[in-house]
């Protein structure tokens, strides 16, 4: 029985208008994680990742330069959570 892990990110930065939120989702889909992500009215992007602890943080590491658009000043971590309920990433809209 493997352990899930789940986190939710704010990222900073130049982060929205870059496909980061496209980016994210093709990434945490090819790590087989489940969650979320979604722009923040501040400019900001967060995001929730729940799947094995050594995807879960590798993600966490990618989002700290994203795509090759993005400018990331700054990944904030909240550790825990509930997984999400649907096995899938997706991409929230507002």
Avoid at 30 to 51: I, M, W
Avoid at 55 to 68: E, K, Q, T, Y
């Amino acid at each position: 029985m493997s352990a899930t892990h789940t986190v939710s990110v704010i990222v900073k930065g130049r982060v929205q208008g870059v496909s980061y939120r496209a980016w994210t989702q093709a990434e945490a889909r090819a790590r087989g994680l489940s969650g979320y992500v979604r722009n923040r009215d501040d400019g900001s992007v967060e995001a929730l990742f729940s799947g094995p602890p050594e995807a879960v943080d590798h993600m966490v590491a990618l989002c700290r330069s994203g795509p090759p658009a993005a400018r990331v000043t700054d990944v904030s971590l909240r550790e825990g959570g509930d997984p999400p309920e649907t096995g899938r990433f997706e991409i929230l809209r507002g």
